[in-house]
């Protein structure tokens, strides 16, 4: 009985074909067919919940203007840092004028991160 369920899974299994697997990409930007394009597009921005229509009323000098006067209030109260160098708390200032206007640059000592604020000149 076994003899036989042998010979038969082996000729059934000899009926099997396998072929080889082939990656296709589908992207047009990995090589696949650049009719891919206009379809991928509209199907990332249907599944994108961000507009960009609030940045057109956006005024960027009131913003600037805005966060250099929160800068000065918060951390010099309310007057320009003096020239040099100076720490507070944990960030160190290094003050300098150059032909941009009042330049700031901010070290948070513990983590190392740096800023640079540049004010105008008026």
Known sequence: MKRILLILFL????YGFGQQLVYKPINSAFGGDPF???WL??????QNPFSDSGIDGLDLDALNSSLDSQLLQNQ???ELPPLGSSTNGSLA??????TDGLVINILD????????????QQ
């Open 36 to 38: 891919n394009y206009t």
């Open 109 to 120: 000592i513990f983590t190392g991160e740096q800023s640079q604020i540049i004010i105008p």
């Open 11 to 14: 000729c059934a299994s000899s």
């Open 76 to 78: 010099f109260g309310g």
């Open 93 to 98: 200032f290094d003050v300098f004028e150059s």
């Open 41 to 46: 597009l509209s199907s990332a921005n249907a």
